[in-house]
């Protein structure tokens, strides 16, 4: 692997690229390698200051939209109230707070502001006052507040570096306004849709992201986690219990306020001069991919946490044709050209990274050892789409299919080679699907629980990115900030 821009760069990027094959020497006579594994992973850096002022970091516009129908009445409506005080002492005076409420109607209480003391005091007020009661108009708080946010980011010229989040917190099943899902997974869609780029000079406006906190055990999982993923970089967090609430705010607030990179996009194309050695780009391993024809593919990843990674895994045919010009009997071929575009919220501009993996293809039966890091990301792929597949047969009732799916994964995990096996994103899978077959032991137990952690567990595995509630639970891709804010809010409650 060869990176273009290393000896271009003075300073460290916001987000590095580095682009490794499964093995970087393919002797062109070994066995079974006509294709290769190709893994192109993105690394955060950290906030150089993790203080609570920390002025390095991006402004924010946070708009909660709370459901209080009668079935938030008591403990439930009382510990939101308290959690929502606690997230507007995290806002720096920069930072911007609406509140939404929906029961039967939907209501914008307080307009997006910045947090003047007139507007605190007015937030404090206006969350003190919130009762319960009525229906679950859904759809309706999501509009009223997706709506704000809209008009506010038509008012801003200056401002396209925000960090703009919608809280959505439930506990119920949409029962008015628009109920159907594909009919309200639309509108979400349509209302957080982003700009267009123009050109390469040009920055879209922030995007408009939703982290959807369902709270208890009867509110429609499914759905929010539809929703969620239907806006870029959207979270579905499952709220267990009355404990967990504080947390799993603090945990999505500690994201939020630590966003270096949005609009993250990877390019990939194979090189001209590969492409006639016969090497062909045959599918990348994201749910995110597009096929932008004529061999290139590009991955819209939306944002990134300080600390966080990113690995997008592609399946590349490799060079075997070897004209007899004299070539090199042991060539290094690029194979596959990968470019990053983002937006830089630490250094606030438009940034871009190129690398370019090579592969050694020599004449005989070469082979170099395998790449750690690739082997473990091709697994993580792997688990990710079996658990899928085990909570769509699941949730058909056909629990005896789906438990036998992950048994395979998990003896896949168990069978992989010994480094593999230590690696600790592979320990932690090997548990997680531990966990996810118990909650898939009878019908009864996937609807009382199971489903809402299996839909937890395949969306951190999915998008690389911890969103639970609770604070004592070790992850390999919880952030020191995220980590350290759902601390702080489960100590303050």
Do not use: W
């Not at 390469?200 to 939703?210: E, F, I, L, Q, V």
């Not at 009878?442 to 639970?468: C, D, I, P, Y």
Request: charged share 25%; proline share 3%; glycine share 6%.
């Amino acid at each position: 692997m060869k990176n273009k821009t290393d000896d271009m760069m003075d300073v460290d990027p916001t987000v590095q690229l580095v682009v490794r094959s499964r093995q970087n020497v393919i002797g062109r006579d070994a066995v079974d390698t006509k294709t290769t594994e190709v893994c192109a992973t993105l690394q955060a850096c950290d906030l150089a200051n993790e203080d609570d002022d920390d002025e390095s970091r991006a402004p924010v516009d946070i708009l909660v939209s709370l459901d209080v129908s009668g079935s938030m009445a008591g403990s439930k409506l009382e510990l939101c109230k308290e959690t929502l005080q606690m997230l507007l002492r995290q806002l720096k005076k920069d930072d911007r707070f609406g509140l939404v409420t929906f029961s039967t109607v939907a209501h914008l209480h307080l307009p997006l502001r910045r947090l003047d003391k007139k507007h605190l005091r007015d937030a404090l007020d206006s969350i003190r006052a919130l009762r319960a009661s009525g229906a679950t108009n859904l759809s309706g708080g999501i509009v009223t507040a997706a709506e704000e946010l809209t008009r506010q980011m038509g008012n801003d010229n200056d401002d396209q570096h925000r960090v703009r989040s919608v809280f959505l917190l439930t506990d119920g099943f949409a029962n008015q306004g628009v109920t159907d899902a594909n009919t309200l997974s639309g509108i979400v869609e349509n209302l957080f849709s982003q700009h267009p780029v123009v050109g390469d000079r040009t920055p879209r406006k922030s995007p408009m992201t939703m982290h959807c906190f369902g709270y208890g055990e009867h509110h429609d999982d499914t759905l929010l986690r539809r929703l969620s993923n239907s806006t870029p970089g959207g979270t579905y967090y499952y709220v267990q219990n009355d404990s967990n609430v504080t947390s799993a705010f603090g945990d999505a607030l500690g994201g939020i306020l630590s966003v270096v990179a949005q609009n993250v996009t990877l390019h990939f194309q194979v090189p001209d001069e590969a492409k006639h050695l016969g090497v062909v780009l045959e599918h990348v391993y994201h749910d995110k991919a597009t096929d932008c024809g004529d061999g290139r593919f590009q991955v819209q990843l939306h944002d990134l946490y300080a600390e966080e990674s990113r690995d997008v895994v592609c399946r590349i045919r490799l060079a075997n044709r070897f004209p007899d010009d004299g070539m090199d009997d042991n060539p290094s071929i690029p194979h596959l050209a990968v470019q990053l575009t983002y937006v830089d919220t630490v250094r606030k501009c438009l940034a871009k990274e190129d690398a370019i993996c090579v592969i050694d293809r020599p004449k005989g039966k070469t082979l170099s050892a395998v790449e750690e890091h690739v082997a473990v990301q091709a697994l993580r792929v792997e688990a990710v789409r079996e658990m899928a597949r085990a909570q769509e047969l699941s949730r058909a009732g056909q629990m005896e299919e789906a438990r036998a799916r992950m048994q395979r994964v998990s003896l896949q995990t168990r069978s992989a080679a010994p480094n593999v096996q230590q690696h600790p994103l592979v320990q932690q899978l090997q548990g997680d699907l531990d966990e996810v077959q118990e909650g898939m032991r009878s019908v009864a137990t996937f609807r009382a629980g199971g489903s809402k952690a299996l839909n937890s567990t395949v969306q951190s595995h999915e998008m690389q990115r911890f969103a639970a509630s609770g604070t004592g639970r070790v992850c390999v891709y919880r952030s020191k900030k995220k980590t350290a804010m759902a601390r702080k809010f489960h100590t303050m409650k």
